[in-house]
């Protein structure tokens, strides 16, 4: 079940719990926005035939939860694998805590993703990743239920060119591209297969050289995808 939250409107006279503003943004105003997101938005009846239950509906949520806490998709091996790879990487507490808890039968996983990237890719991704905690949290709140957040990265993926890019703020907010040298003449490899200390001296190279032009202006190169 895929979900993105709905902010309804209020006015900012209208008394709030907290300390916060949250004004609704109506995705169909952004460019590029493609039909079937508007319509899980804002129109789910014309999109419902592709999806297991309206994101609106709290008897849906109820039910995807009933499936899920049903058992058959190996709770047990994916929370094996998710501890020892948490294990290696040197995970924080809460969140081995988190992997830990998958092994149990009544946890239900929000689980999103995004594609590798340099300095973790664009801002949405970790947008995202903030996204399937708070919802996770709101699960548990509402349902009763525990569930736990889960964050994939795409790192199969052999598309160098694409992701060993990324535009950063310099110290006068300009955009700057830095970005990684090409692998041409190389076989195609998972982006996981590259070495992070080589990437790390790259990168270490690359900034000293933004560092030491001054110019602090954005370069161009040529063409690129934007996702």
């Given at each position: 079940?895929?979900?993105?939250?709905?902010?309804?409107?209020?006015?900012?006279?209208?008394?709030?719990?907290?300390?916060?503003?949250?004004?609704?943004?109506?995705?169909?105003?952004?460019?590029?926005?493609?039909?079937?997101?508007a319509d899980y938005s804002?129109?789910?009846?014309?999109v419902s035939a592709f999806?297991?239950?309206?994101?609106?509906?709290?008897?849906?949520?109820?039910?995807?939860?009933?499936?899920?806490?049903?058992?058959?998709?190996?709770?047990?091996?994916?929370?094996?694998?998710?501890?020892?790879?948490?294990?290696?990487?040197?995970?924080?507490?809460?969140?081995?805590?988190?992997?830990?808890?998958?092994?149990?039968?009544?946890?239900?996983?929000?689980?999103?993703?995004?594609?590798?990237?340099?300095?973790?890719?664009?801002?949405?991704?970790?947008?995202?990743?903030?996204?399937?905690?708070?919802?996770?949290?709101?699960?548990?709140?509402?349902?009763?239920?525990?569930?736990?957040?889960?964050?994939?990265?795409?790192?199969?993926?052999?598309?160098?060119?694409?992701?060993?890019?990324?535009?950063?703020?310099?110290?006068?907010?300009?955009?700057?591209?830095?970005?990684?040298?090409?692998?041409?003449?190389?076989?195609?490899?998972?982006?996981?297969?590259?070495?992070?200390?080589?990437?790390?001296?790259?990168?270490?190279?690359?900034?000293?050289?933004?560092?030491?032009?001054?110019?602090?202006?954005p370069r161009s190169n040529?063409?690129?995808?934007?996702?």
């Amino acid at each position: 079940m895929v979900h993105s939250q709905r902010v309804p409107t209020r006015s900012l006279d209208t008394p709030s719990t907290d300390d916060s503003t949250r004004i609704a943004v109506d995705l169909r105003k952004f460019p590029g926005i493609r039909p079937l997101a508007a319509d899980y938005s804002y129109n789910y009846p014309a999109v419902s035939a592709f999806f297991a239950g309206n994101p609106w509906e709290r008897s849906d949520w109820a039910q995807a939860i009933v499936r899920a806490q049903s058992g058959g998709w190996g709770a047990e091996t994916i929370a094996a694998v998710i501890g020892e790879q948490q294990r290696r990487r040197g995970a924080p507490a809460a969140a081995v805590e988190a992997g830990k808890r998958l092994a149990h039968a009544p946890t239900v996983a929000v689980v999103t993703g995004q594609q590798a990237g340099l300095f973790g890719g664009p801002l949405y991704t970790l947008l995202k990743a903030i996204t399937a905690i708070k919802l996770a949290e709101r699960i548990e709140r509402e349902h009763g239920v525990p569930a736990v957040a889960v964050f994939w990265i795409e790192a199969e993926d052999h598309d160098w060119d694409e992701v060993r890019h990324c535009t950063v703020a310099d110290q006068s907010l300009s955009p700057v591209e830095i970005e990684l040298p090409a692998r041409d003449g190389e076989a195609p490899v998972r982006v996981a297969a590259i070495v992070t200390r080589d990437v790390e001296r790259q990168l270490g190279r690359c900034v000293r050289r933004r560092g030491g032009s001054g110019s602090g202006r954005p370069r161009s190169n040529g063409p690129r995808r934007d996702r």
